[in-house]
């Protein structure tokens, strides 16, 4: 695996302006945040390997069956957390063939942040070595 190539967080979602202070607090971690708005723009977000993919279950992650399957294929490179407001099942049908890591509450994102910092502290350090 070419740790070199590997990216920050990536968030999946149709209004990044609704998750300023995640993407704030990410970012004042030293973690590089990009987003992706849809299905093809997440295409290109991903070939970067993010150490952690964030989709978006509050508003939706636009995602297309050609971003689920890319996404699907990182897995173990990858890891992917659904953010959810309690409604699980709001764009179950269009994510219906996403496999994630884990969820977590859109307003207890703070362990969010926490996890991108190890996760991408551990990808700096394999660098060096």
Do not use: K
Not at 87 to 98: I, K, N, P, V, Y
């Amino acid at each position: 695996m070419m740790l070199e190539n590997r990216d920050g967080v990536l968030l999946l979602t149709v209004m990044p302006e609704a998750h300023v202070m995640l993407l704030q607090a990410l970012r004042n971690r030293g973690i590089p945040v990009s987003f992706a708005i849809s299905g093809s723009m997440a295409q290109r977000r991903l070939s970067a390997r993010p150490v952690l993919i964030i989709a978006d279950l509050v508003y939706g992650a636009a995602l297309d069956r050609l971003s689920i399957a890319r996404l699907n294929a990182l897995r173990g490179t990858s890891t992917v957390l659904a953010l959810h407001d309690g409604d699980l099942g709001r764009f179950a049908s269009e994510l219906d063939e996403l496999v994630v890591d884990g969820f977590c509450r859109a307003d207890e994102w703070y362990p969010l942040v926490e996890l991108a910092a190890e996760s991408y502290q551990g990808v700096l350090e394999a660098r060096h070595n």
